[in-house]
């Protein structure tokens, strides 16, 4: 893993912001002319073109929807060098979201889904149990949820996924350590989906490139493909336009968190930065979409794909599909466009025309979600 946004917070604005500007876009022509692929999506930018969003030290924190960074705790641990070695006295595990399938095709009947991040170097989460209880109102019952955990050697705490199965009609799930019981707010997975694609956007920060989305989100829904968009900071204005588009059912925008600890009590390494954020909202994403939707892309805002010989992102896929195959994976070029500066310039035609093609990319990942469990044997490649 490579992401350089858990340094500090500042950082973390400017990394991204200056990822944004670097940031590709799309293409059609180019899918039209090649044949030798059945999909690219193309992204890339104009670096030039683009306006400077802010200076390194600026102060972001006005633009950023919500609150601004905390300061780094004195109770955090921050000794780089200890990051992956020092045992602290409480292994923490962080629960990014938790979702409950009253049924499920590969999960059985009842099943929990904990999706979390935990303490690696304290122990050994690639196989161990966590232990829970459901009740439902009349009865409880305690379950093991065991863990699918993924190495993260660069990270202090590791992606988990950990499955069990549990009462029926759950309404209150606690994890239970040794006897001491936290309480987990879940949330039903989805059951039914506006589209049988689903695209997975990766969490925005400071994100402003709205006439990228613009063509995304037309695109998408041009070959049936719905967005689901988590979002952590988004300047004010792209964020009423892409709540235009949610009311109009386009796509769904997500809230995506960010750990927050005002004080914390205890010595830990700061999850925020010691863990691989960008991956858990796809990895949500997959067990919110699990048993509601036939396919499920892990895209970046700016990855758009152009279906080559089917009308549909579903019949594309259908066809692609091999039996025994896990995904689709499909080749990438960023291209540059002319970059409109207000919405009443923003001209599609315009904007194709302009577009430029430039080198190949890392490929992006299109898979089935039922028979999986987790994001990042996928979206890990781009990280390694
Ligand atoms: C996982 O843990 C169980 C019991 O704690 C043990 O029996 C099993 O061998 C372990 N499996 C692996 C792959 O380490
Ligand atoms: C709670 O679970 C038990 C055992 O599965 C079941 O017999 C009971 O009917 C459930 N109660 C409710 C209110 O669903
Ligand atoms: C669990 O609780 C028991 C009894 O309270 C205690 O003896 C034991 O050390 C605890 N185990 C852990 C791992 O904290």
Known sequence: MKLPFWINEERTFNGLLYARSRAKRLFLYFVLISFLCYLYYLLNSLRDLVPKPLEEDEDTSEIVDGTPAPPVSEFLLSDESERLTRKVPVTHVFVNSAYYYPISKSLGRNAIALHMIVDSKNFDSKNYSFGFVGSNGTNSEAGLAKSMAYETPECRYSPTVAIGNTIENLIKLELDSNGTKTEIPFKIARFTAPKPVIICINPQFVAEQWQTFLMHVHTANRFGGHLHVYIVSIVNGY????????????????????????????????????????????????????????????????????????????????????????????GRRSHQFVKAETLTEYNFHRLVDSLRTLEPEEERVVLKPEAHRNSWEYTGMENK
């Open 239 to 330: 964020f009423e336009l892409m709540k235009e588009y949610e009311r109009q059912g386009y796509l769904t925008m997500e809230m995506w968190l960010r750990m927050k600890f005002p004080s914390p009590g205890s010595q830990f390494f700061e999850p925020n930065m010691n863990s691989q954020s960008r991956n858990s909202a796809m990895t949500d994403c997959l067990l919110q979409y699990k048993e509601a939707t036939e396919y499920i892309a892990f895209f970046d805002m700016d990855d758009i794909l152009f279906p080559l010989l089917y009308p549909t992102y579903l019949e594309e896929f259908n066809a692609a599909w091999t039996p025994g195959a896990s995904s689709l994976i499909y």
